[in-house]
């Protein structure tokens, strides 16, 4: 019921590799029905704002039948992504990877030297891209939450994706084609995960495994083992797989393991793959043995016991109940492979005045997404930093941007999808030159609370 938006012909779109400092150059023609942008998800892009691609902000959109060239340096190396920033269309497919590769000089020879071996670097065939794929534009609406208690989507899961391909819980393994990621015995592979969903997060494991994490976010970090890796939408982590010797995969009789990635609801959805060992010859596992590999692959959850946890990374909450049996790696305990210099880290003094809070709402009581009690659904007309020094253009953005934001009281639930003064455009105007603190947050009002 729903149709995917493809990049040359797939989607995912394909997989971009350069090497640091290297100029990237992408000529997109846009033959959708509306406008389209490509966000390059990860570049910093200083000195080169206008090509970081959010329609409305830094660019117009592309309009149909239309054509831009986004040039820009890749100086950011790691694993990073690009994806449409206009309406919906992320989620319907329009996203790729982009991998910037480290020079092979002291950066992967320190990781290396760490760990003690070698490992193969192949970004055209190790890297996974999740999506959480509805199959309609408007998807059913059912509050689903995780072990402690918090709201993990207001809408019913459909099925997972990664690298394009997945199946719906209710369709036989043999009606789907789930993607393949091969590997060879006695050896280490460097596995690139990129979470491109909208709003479900993934717990990502392979079975009779274990990850080592070795970057998030294209930062290396100090290597750390663990048996599941948490990633929410945008995120991106860098792991090594140490592979079976091949007197293990003998013995086993198996050469084929299930990559699963479950949702973190009470009630788990997942998104599948397969990794497979190539003992010789290279024929890569097909539908009909899908279940088969499912059933004899023993996933990591048995072998988290009371006296021997499991170990996650990157929860969203403090601890998992006692009952999952796994311990929680909060992303700051990661420590940067190469940290930065005190001398390149901001060294400021932010009084009260210069500290700016947003506190986002996102499907509130009316489906829509808000920030300060300001729906976001009205975009301004020129793009903001297309406009400094026109001044038609800043006028217009003057009329519609949010009046009274300092009033708290100004928007409710029933005015903030009509009112003028609620839907519309935030804008914080800030002088040239000053240090500013931002705090951001998603923190709901609590219902207990009564007027005194």
């Given at each position: 019921n729903r149709l995917f938006i493809a990049i040359n012909g797939r989607a995912p779109g394909p997989t971009l590799i350069v090497n640091k400092d290297q100029y990237i150059v992408v000529n997109v023609i846009n033959k959708l029905i509306s406008n389209t942008s490509i966000h390059w998800h990860g570049m910093h892009q200083k000195n080169s704002h206008w090509m970081d691609g959010v329609e409305h902000v830094t660019q117009y959109g592309i309009p149909p039948d239309g054509s831009f060239t986004y040039i820009f340096q890749a100086i950011q190396t790691g694993t990073h992504w690009y994806h449409s920033h206009s309406e919906d269309e992320r989620s319907r497919g329009l996203f790729g990877a982009l991998i910037v590769k480290e020079q092979q000089d002291e950066l992967i020879e320190q990781v290396q030297y760490d760990l003690g071996y070698f490992f193969e670097d192949m970004p055209e065939q190790h890297t996974l891209t999740l999506l959480d794929w509805q199959d309609e534009d408007k998807p059913d609406k059912k509050d689903t939450f995780s072990p402690d208690g918090a709201e993990v989507s207001p809408f019913v899961y459909w099925s997972g994706i990664i690298n394009g391909k997945g199946r719906h819980q209710e369709v036989p393994y043999t009606e789907t084609r789930l993607s393949i990621f091969t590997v060879s015995s006695d050896n280490t592979y460097r596995f690139r995960l990129i979470g491109a969903q909208s709003i479900f997060a993934y717990r990502v494991s392979v079975d009779e495994h274990k990850l080592i994490v070795i970057a998030t976010d294209g930062a290396l970090v100090q290597?750390?083992?663990?048996?599941?890796?948490?990633?929410?939408?945008?995120?991106r982590y860098d792991f090594l797989l140490k592979t079976k010797t091949r007197s293990e995969i003998d013995n086993l009789n198996r050469e084929n393991f299930m990559i699963r990635a479950d949702t973190l609801e009470v009630e788990p959805h997942f998104a599948e793959a397969?990794?497979?060992?190539?003992?010789?010859?290279?024929?890569e596992p097909k539908s009909i043995q899908y279940e088969s590999i499912k059933d004899s692959s023993i996933p990591v959850s048995s072998r988290c016991t009371e006296t021997s946890h499991c170990s996650v990374l990157n929860c969203p909450?403090?601890?998992?109940?006692s009952s999952y049996n796994v311990d929680c790696i909060h992303i700051h305990q990661l420590k940067l492979m190469f940290p930065e210099p005190d001398n390149n880290l901001p060294d400021v003094q932010v009084g009260e005045a210069d500290k700016l809070f947003f506190n986002f709402g996102f499907e509130g009581p009316k489906g829509s997404s808000s920030m300060n009690a300001r729906n976001m659904k009205v975009l301004p007309s020129y793009p903001l930093s297309l406009s400094v020094g026109n001044t038609n253009r800043v006028q217009r953005i003057n009329e519609e941007e949010c009046k009274g934001i300092e009033n708290s009281t100004v928007c409710d639930d029933n005015s903030i999808d009509n009112a003028d003064e609620c839907a519309c455009v935030h804008i914080r105007k800030i002088e040239k030159d000053l240090s500013i603190q931002m705090v951001l947050s998603t923190v709901l009002p609590n219902e207990t609370d009564t007027p005194e």
């Open positions: 290597p750390m083992e663990v048996d599941y890796i948490i990633i929410h939408s945008g995120e397969i990794l497979h060992y190539d003992t010789g010859s290279n024929v909450f403090k601890e998992y109940n």
